[in-house]
């Protein structure tokens, strides 16, 4: 059962760094899915940014919060 909280620990920093890396280096391929567009049309590109930056901030937060419950 503590492995399974590993992976997941390790998933959610890898989801997390994928969208902080995604906004500061603005990737379009990142942008231009369905859900990156929808963002988009909500808040322009430098607000979906800022709002993928926050979203993978939250995340780091959740996997470390995982992994520090597991010790």
Same mark, same amino acid.
């Given at each position: 059962?503590?492995?399974?909280?590993?992976?997941?620990?390790?998933?959610?920093?890898? $989801? /997390?760094? $994928?969208?902080?890396?995604?906004?500061?280096?603005? =990737?379009? =391929?990142?942008?231009?899915?369905? +859900?990156?567009?929808?963002?988009?049309?909500?808040?322009?590109?430098? /607000?979906?940014?800022?709002?993928?930056?926050?979203? /993978?901030? $939250?995340? =780091?937060?959740?996997?470390?919060?995982?992994?520090?419950?597991? +010790?």
């Amino acid at each position: 059962m503590i492995i399974s909280k590993y992976i997941i620990s390790f998933f959610f920093a890898c $989801l /997390g760094t $994928l969208s902080i890396c995604a906004a500061i280096a603005n =990737w379009n =391929w990142f942008f231009n899915t369905n +859900n990156g567009k929808i963002f988009v049309r909500l808040f322009k590109r430098t /607000g979906a940014r800022i709002f993928y930056i926050i979203l /993978g901030t $939250l995340i =780091w937060i959740m996997a470390i919060s995982v992994y520090i419950e597991i +010790n």
